[in-house]
């Protein structure tokens, strides 16, 4: 996964502010980890209709945190043996609107600082498309 991937300004998903966001999340940490008390609240939480779950898993040994969190996934991804490029190319053929940055240096260090390449809108975006759906 250490290969820079590919640089895109173009993208192809949907301008339709009525559909949930694709959102891709990039971790080797969705497993019995510290970060994972904190994001498996946040991924059983997401609002069905404003946002669908994509996790790009980089997990070498894969436990029962990983089940749960595989099931609260509306999709689940193994990136093993991947390169950047290749998990790139993935996060824009699942159309990710947005890949927020979970644990960047672990994201920087598995996709060599591009795993957000594959994502249509950053985060400042989000403000935006809140605003546009009318959340504040």
């Not at 940055?101 to 809140?130: F, H, P, V, W, Y």
């Amino acid at each position: 996964l250490h290969d820079k991937g590919p640089v895109t300004s173009e993208w192809k998903n949907a301008r339709v502010p009525e559909r949930p966001l694709k959102v891709g999340y990039i971790s080797a940490d969705f497993r019995a980890h510290s970060t994972s008390f904190f994001f498996e609240p946040l991924l059983a939480h997401h609002d069905g209709s404003q946002f669908e779950s994509f996790c790009y898993a980089a997990v070498m040994h894969p436990d029962a945190v990983t089940a749960r969190l595989q099931g609260l996934a509306n999709h689940w991804r193994s990136i093993i043996g991947l390169t950047g490029t290749q998990v790139a190319e993935m996060i824009r053929a699942d159309g990710i609107d947005q890949s927020p940055a979970k644990n960047e240096c672990a994201r920087d260090r598995l996709m060599g600082g591009t795993a957000c390449r594959g994502a249509a809108i950053t985060a400042a975006d989000q403000k935006q498309i809140s605003d546009r759906r009318g959340h504040s």
